[in-house]
């Protein structure tokens, strides 16, 4: 079962534990993001919901049982606002499980995004086999990761996550999640933080999918690790865990996306795992 509102930091009663999504801005339910002023601190324990820009996670306002206060000056001025008032306006508080219960985003000036990184987005998707993936437009609460953040999945996933890991304890195998769904800002600030630092986007792709490409921006994808073990390195292949997800994710719905020698090209990742729901072909579209 997805993680309900009982299953976050003590505090008030809020809505279902789900993160909705639009283009430019999330929507988190309060007690999930960590505060960086006292102040900040004090609306954040009695918040509904927290608006969070996704460009630079700054925290523009918070949602409080007696109206809308303001987390930065002018919040109301940037772009996106609107979309994300509207899906605040509209969301209800719970939704059917299953891929057609959850609707994407639109691929909010991605080609114009990969344009300015050097990417020529048909040339990429035709040399490694990848296709655009839309953002969800809302995303279940599956627990935290090894560092304690908050980690969203697609609802199938989520809920498939939960029943592979409980049933990795029950062999006596320990998993953890390292990382789920990555927004394409996100994804975007990878490749703007290595470029800074010197690296040419031909190198970043070997490790790194284009902006819009990732699993990882569906939700149906997670990095998966074991307690002790570094995050994100092909040394998880010698663990029990990686041999218990070997045998017993498939019947769970999981499958590794970048086995050795994959036809994408990118380096051989046994910590990248994805769910497949039945329908999963018309959640992610196959073109923008």
Same mark, same amino acid.
């Given at each position: 079962?997805?993680?309900?509102?009982?299953?976050?930091?003590?505090?008030?009663?809020?809505?279902?534990?789900?993160?909705?999504?639009?283009?430019?801005?999330?929507?988190?339910? #309060?007690?999930?993001?960590?505060?960086?002023?006292? *102040?900040?601190?004090?609306?954040?324990?009695?918040?509904?919901?927290?608006?969070?820009?996704?460009?630079?996670?700054?925290?523009?306002?918070?949602?409080?049982?007696?109206?809308?206060?303001?987390?930065?000056?002018?919040?109301?001025?940037?772009?996106?606002?609107?979309?994300?008032?509207?899906?605040?306006?509209? *969301?209800?508080?719970?939704?059917?499980?299953?891929?057609?219960?959850? #609707?994407?985003?639109?691929?909010?000036?991605? =080609?114009?995004?990969?344009?300015?990184?050097?990417?020529?987005?048909?040339?990429?998707a035709g040399r490694t086999g990848l296709t655009l993936v839309a953002e969800p437009a809302w995303l279940a609460f599956a627990g935290f990761d090894r560092y304690r953040r908050a980690l969203w999945l697609h609802v199938?996933?989520?809920?498939?996550?939960?029943?592979?890991?409980?049933?990795?304890?029950?062999d006596g195998v320990m998993l953890e999640a390292i990382s789920g769904y990555r927004s394409h800002d996100y994804q975007l600030g990878i490749f703007e933080r290595k470029l800074a630092r010197g690296q040419l986007v031909?190198?970043?792709?070997?490790?790194?999918?284009?902006? #819009?490409?990732?699993? *990882?921006?569906?939700?149906?994808?997670?990095?998966?690790?074991?307690? #002790?073990?570094?995050?994100?390195?092909?040394?998880?292949?010698?663990?029990?865990?990686?041999?218990?997800?070997?045998?017993?994710?498939?019947? =769970?719905?999981? =499958?590794?996306?970048?086995?050795?020698?994959?036809? =994408?090209?990118?380096?051989?990742?046994?910590? *990248?795992?994805?769910?497949?729901?039945?329908?999963?072909?018309?959640?992610?579209?196959?073109?923008?």
């Amino acid at each position: 079962m997805v993680m309900m509102i009982s299953d976050l930091p003590p505090g008030p009663r809020r809505q279902p534990a789900n993160l909705l999504n639009t283009a430019g801005v999330e929507l988190w339910p #309060g007690g999930l993001l960590q505060a960086r002023a006292n *102040h900040d601190a004090r609306l954040l324990a009695r918040a509904l919901r927290v608006l969070r820009r996704k460009r630079d996670g700054r925290y523009l306002a918070a949602v409080m049982p007696e109206g809308i206060t303001p987390l930065l000056p002018r919040w109301q001025e940037g772009p996106g606002i609107d979309a994300a008032l509207d899906a605040l306006d509209t *969301h209800p508080g719970h939704q059917r499980a299953g891929v057609d219960g959850v #609707g994407t985003l639109p691929l909010y000036r991605l =080609h114009e995004r990969l344009q300015g990184l050097g990417v020529d987005a048909q040339g990429y998707a035709g040399r490694t086999g990848l296709t655009l993936v839309a953002e969800p437009a809302w995303l279940a609460f599956a627990g935290f990761d090894r560092y304690r953040r908050a980690l969203w999945l697609h609802v199938d996933a989520a809920d498939a996550w939960q029943r592979l890991r409980e049933a990795a304890r029950r062999d006596g195998v320990m998993l953890e999640a390292i990382s789920g769904y990555r927004s394409h800002d996100y994804q975007l600030g990878i490749f703007e933080r290595k470029l800074a630092r010197g690296q040419l986007v031909e190198q970043i792709l070997r490790v790194n999918a284009a902006p #819009g490409y990732s699993e *990882h921006h569906s939700g149906l994808a997670l990095d998966i690790s074991a307690p #002790g073990e570094p995050p994100a390195e092909e040394s998880f292949e010698t663990t029990p865990a990686f041999a218990w997800l070997q045998a017993k994710a498939p019947a =769970h719905g999981f =499958h590794m996306s970048y086995p050795r020698d994959n036809p =994408h090209g990118i380096i051989y990742e046994p910590w *990248h795992w994805c769910y497949a729901p039945p329908a999963a072909a018309a959640f992610i579209p196959a073109s923008a």
